[in-house]
């Protein structure tokens, strides 16, 4: 299940609490009010999964690793530290307090679709990432331009 595009700020009250925005409810397209939240081993933020999309992603880790090695258990064991949350009656999402103080949220939350999850980052952490000066035009066409360019030929190819 992919999630909505975009980006979305939300307020975090005293308890570690968001609401969920609108948008993004409206964009799962399911009623079904169960999440997983995990820490990201990429980034310092948080992933926010929806319940059958983390279902998807569990199948894929145990298809991929072999539980009896010991650098593949070891991979596990951190990609599922994670917790099932549920949205409340007013469609507010609990920070579990392990991921919490990963995260370490002061009172605004970004949230990020990556298109199968959410990344939720502190707001002046993610702002800090406007200080990076890669360029990511050179990025995209190093690791996608031949990706592109090999599909266009191949499709001219077909014709």
């Not at 399911?30 to 999964?49: G, K, Q, Y």
């Not at 992603?57 to 009896?68: A, D, G, I, S, T």
């Not at 579990?96 to 298109?115: A, F, M, R």
Request: a negative charge.
């Amino acid at each position: 299940m992919s999630l909505p595009f975009g980006i979305e700020r939300c307020k975090v009250d005293t308890n570690g609490r968001f609401k969920l925005p609108v948008s993004i409810k409206k964009g799962l397209g399911t009623d079904d009010n169960r999440f997983v939240i995990r820490r990201s081993i990429n980034a310092p933020c948080l992933e926010l999964w929806t319940h059958a999309g983390f279902e998807e992603e569990v199948n894929f880790l145990n298809k991929e690793l072999n539980r009896y090695n010991k650098e593949d258990l070891k991979l596990l064991r951190m990609l599922m530290r994670c917790t099932d949350v549920e949205l409340d009656s007013n469609d507010r999402i609990l920070i579990p307090q392990e991921q919490k103080e990963h995260l370490k949220p002061t009172k605004e939350i970004v949230l990020q679709s990556l298109g199968e999850y959410i990344e939720i980052w502190d707001r002046d952490t993610y702002a800090k990432m406007d200080e990076d000066t890669t360029d990511y035009a050179a990025l995209a066409d190093q690791r996608l331009g031949k990706v592109r360019r090999d599909s266009l030929k191949q499709t001219e190819d077909e014709q």
